[in-house]
């Protein structure tokens, strides 16, 4: 059986962003150009917020944010893969929390996925009942497809939860040109849902699991009134 126990070391301050882009002298060739980038492209880098503000953005209304850092062993990393479909090279991950008074008021992570050619930095919000609450940019190094840090877009990730299939012409409205960017983002939310529910919300009886039972009990009217009022 395994087991949700999850190594978690908390540091007090907030830390900036790692370059996660791959070195300038790397050549990278671009199917849809027919060629290789050059080097001012492969360069690109808009640096939009630090991870300190994001957390900031995703608890306005916090008195405090802390910082953990979870790290997954083989098995639970395994399971992650496959409640979300598919695999990542990450074994840790850096999780905000907000707090006020003793009362958590949600957890934000930062995710580092690849676009088309390069990783996009960007955090994830998750409140105590599994639902996104925000999405920031925080480094964007692609030549264009920058629309997705723009609340026009990424607005469409509020209130998703691990219930929703998070793709492209199924519940997200896709960018003309930045394809890989918005299924970059697409896996990060999924990936971010997935993480909180296995290792914040499942302990606290909150999770997935505590909210499928409870549908099941409530039967087909029940669950009708708990969509319709948001419950």
């Not at 630090?50 to 995703?58: G, P, S, V």
């Not at 996104?132 to 469409?156: D, I």
């Not at 209130?159 to 299939?165: A, H, S, Y």
């Not at 499942?202 to 708990?226: C, E, I, N, Y």
């Amino acid at each position: 059986m395994l087991t949700r126990a999850v190594r978690i070391t908390t540091v007090v301050l907030l830390v900036g962003v790692v370059n996660v882009g791959p070195a300038s002298s790397e050549r990278v060739w671009d199917a849809e150009l027919g060629r290789y980038l050059t080097p001012q492209e492969m360069a690109e880098e808009e640096v939009f917020l630090t991870e300190d503000e994001a957390a900031r953005l995703m608890f306005p209304k916090s008195e405090r944010i802390g910082q953990e850092i979870l790290r997954l062993s083989p098995d639970q990393k395994k399971m992650v893969e496959e409640r979300i479909g598919w695999h990542f090279p990450e074994n840790e991950f850096t999780v905000y929390i907000g707090k006020t008074g003793a009362e958590v008021d949600g957890y934000a992570v930062v995710q580092n996925t690849i676009g088309k050619h390069k990783a996009i930095t960007y955090m994830v919000g998750v409140d105590q009942k599994g639902e996104v609450t925000n999405l920031e940019v925080l480094v964007y190094r692609e030549a264009k497809g920058s629309e997705v840090r723009t609340k026009r877009f990424n607005a469409q990730y509020e209130g998703k939860t691990v219930f929703d299939p998070i793709r492209i012409n199924r519940d997200i409205i896709n960018i003309t040109g930045a394809t890989m960017s918005v299924r970059s983002l697409n896996a990060g939310v999924k990936r971010t849902l997935v993480l909180v529910d296995e290792f914040y919300l499942k302990p606290l009886g909150k999770g997935s699991d505590t909210v499928q039972a409870r549908r099941a009990q409530k039967g087909f009217l029940g669950r009708m009134f708990d969509d319709m009022f948001g419950r």
